[in-house]
Each structure stands twice: as structure tokens, then as C-alpha cells.
């Protein structure tokens, strides 16, 4: 039996069986389809607890086109990602910082280097933060004439010319190292640059 996604016409039919009270089983049967196939469409797919053939097949292919825009994660990104890893970067940060994957996905990635037998999961382990005093305010990585993202001139949100840069550090929670992500607001030009004792 196939397990691979359903077209519309089987959603409307998995439709009218499920509206007769049929078991999935008996329906996967009917389609000659695996039962996992069904009870994911199912699951998946369903609008305020009902399954709709409709809006089923406008999900999936939401859900195809969002997928096909996402950036292949190649073997360099994959290289970048194990280096911030092994600097104790925690997969939010790199996700969210970087975007070189999604944080889901470095997880995986790491479960997955786990069952091979690698040491990335060893990076994962939680260290308790140093307590401040309360009312102590830390000042480290402070910028003295910083600028908010508030101020900035209506053409930089605009994104109507080329040349304005965004900017944004990383530093690992109990090391020297900083990653500097750049992006360029118009064209979307991603760089990095990785710093192991956090000078230029």
C-alpha cells in the first residue's frame, strides 16, 4: 500500500467514508492506502475538528510550496552549524541569529549525529548562570552611542536601495567566541563571520 501524500480526489473520498463512521483502517483499505497515511491526512489536516477535502488539499499545498522555498542545508551549512556547536551555541541561537537552519532542524541533526555515535549532543548540556545582586545592572557588550532599529530613517525600512546592513552578535554563554551576522536589507545577502576570541 502507498504511504506517499494523497491527491484531491482521494481526499474526497477519505471525505465520504470518514463522514459514514468507517475506521481509518477500513478506509486505508478502501483507498489502498497505509493506515498511517490516513490517520496523518487526519491529523494533520482537519479545520476546527472536522476534515474538510477542500481545505485538506489547500494545507498540503501551502505546506509543498513553503517547503520547496526553504534553502537546501548543505554540507558547508551543516560544517558552520557543528563549529557553533562545538563553541556551545545553543540551537535557538544559531537558528535564530544565523538562519542556517531551523532549530527543529539542528536538533534533529543532532539526535541523529547521537545514533551514529558522535559528541555533538555533549554541547546541549545546561550550565547554571552566574546570580547578579539584584538592583547590579551588568553592562558587558553594552554599545555606548548604540541606535535603536526605532530610528532609523524610513528608507532603510523601505528596502528600496542597497547598502543598508543589519548586524547582530552571538557569543557562546560561557566563552570568548562571537559569531557577527550581517544581512543587506534589499537583496538579503547573508554573511558570517566568527571571531574565537571575540576580537575584530
Do not use: C
Not at 38 to 59: F, G, K, T, V
Not at 66 to 89: C, M, N, T, W
Not at 161 to 166: F, T
Amino acid at each position: 500500500m502507498s504511504s506517499s501524500r494523497l491527491d484531491q480526489a482521494e481526499r474526497y473520498r477519505l471525505h465520504a467514508l470518514y463522514e459514514t463512521g468507517m475506521s481509518m483502517r477500513a478506509i486505508a483499505d478502501a483507498l489502498e492506502r497505509a493506515p498511517s497515511t490516513i490517520s496523518r491526512e487526519l491529523r494533520r489536516n482537519q479545520h476546527a475538528r472536522h476534515y474538510l477535502p477542500d481545505h485538506a488539499q489547500r494545507i498540503s499545498e501551502h505546506r509543498r510550496t513553503q517547503a520547496s522555498r526553504r534553502p537546501r542545508i548543505d554540507a558547508e551549512r551543516i560544517a558552520q552549524i557543528e563549529v557553533l556547536l562545538s563553541e556551545d551555541f545553543s540551537p535557538e541561537q544559531i537558528a535564530g541569529r544565523t538562519g542556517l537552519a531551523s532549530h527543529e532542524w539542528i536538533y534533529r541533526h543532532i539526535y541523529a549525529d547521537h545514533k551514529r555515535g558522535g559528541q555533538l549532543f555533549t554541547h546541549l548540556r545546561k550550565r547554571r548562570r552566574k546570580r547578579r545582586r539584584r538592583g547590579v545592572r551588568d553592562g558587558r557588550g553594552q554599545l555606548t552611542h548604540r541606535r535603536s532599529w526605532t530610528q532609523r530613517p524610513s528608507v532603510v525600512e523601505q528596502r528600496s536601495r542597497i547598502g543598508d546592513w543589519e548586524l547582530d552578535t552571538i557569543r557562546a554563554s560561557h566563552r570568548k567566541a562571537v559569531v557577527v551576522s550581517m544581512t543587506e536589507r534589499r537583496s538579503r545577502l547573508h554573511l558570517l563571520a566568527y571571531s574565537p576570541d571575540g576580537t575584530a
